[in-house]
């Protein structure tokens, strides 16, 4: 697909449980008796696996935007979100804030795509189903300045985007 690409941002924190259980692995491994060594060695491969597993279905994670939709790429997985369904862009702190106040959101599926605390909140409604997209690209304000100017029907906010309502 042709279109801007923004890449993932990627904490530490949110790496950290993969590299405890590597680690783990590692020292279970190198630590167990000779005896017992065939049965933890079947269960350390079994627990890689699993770990190299995860690792195909969730790297890499970008965001490209095309002329009329957003790819959101998370490892082997493809979603195709077309940016006239987005009704709302905004910061994750911002949502949680709101929902302190006393918002109360409508129950809707959420897709994370995201590395990262920084997090972007992006609500789609397509075909009457409302679908919240969990995502952190590394340029943020690029990333929204570039989805706004893809559709006019996106307005700022000064933090985020929201669709302007039809008169």
Not at 85 to 114: H, N, T, W, Y
Not at 135 to 152: M, T, V, W, Y
């Given at each position: ?10 904490e ?20 167990i008796?000779?005896r ?12 890689l696996a699993?770990w ?11 965001y490209t ?8 790429r998370?490892?082997v997985?493809?979603?195709r979100?077309p ?7 905004e910061l994750?702190?911002d949502f ?7 918002f ?7 897709i994370?795509a ?5 997090r972007?909140?992006l609500q ?6 409302d679908t919240?997209y969990?995502i952190?690209?590394?340029n ?12 006019l029907?996106?307005?700022s906010d ?5 669709r302007?309502?039809?008169?």
């Amino acid at each position: 697909m042709e279109g801007t690409k923004y890449r993932c941002k990627v904490e530490g924190k949110a790496l950290a449980p993969l590299l405890v259980v590597v680690l783990f692995s590692f020292l279970v491994l190198f630590t167990i008796p000779q005896r017992a060594h065939s049965f933890f060695l079947i269960m350390n491969g079994f627990v890689l696996a699993i770990w190299v597993a995860s690792l195909l279905f969730m790297w890499p994670i970008e965001y490209t935007i095309g002329k009329d939709t957003l790819l959101v790429r998370i490892g082997v997985i493809r979603r195709r979100v077309p940016i006239s369904a987005i009704r709302q862009a905004e910061l994750q702190a911002d949502f949680i804030a709101r929902i302190r106040a006393g918002f109360v959101p409508k129950p809707m599926m959420a897709i994370k795509a995201s590395l990262s605390t920084d997090r972007l909140l992006l609500q789609v409604s397509l075909d009457g189903k409302d679908t919240l997209y969990v995502i952190s690209p590394d340029n943020r304000e690029g990333f929204l300045k570039d989805l706004q100017s893809r559709d006019l029907g996106l307005a700022s906010d000064g933090q985020g985007l929201l669709r302007k309502q039809a008169a």
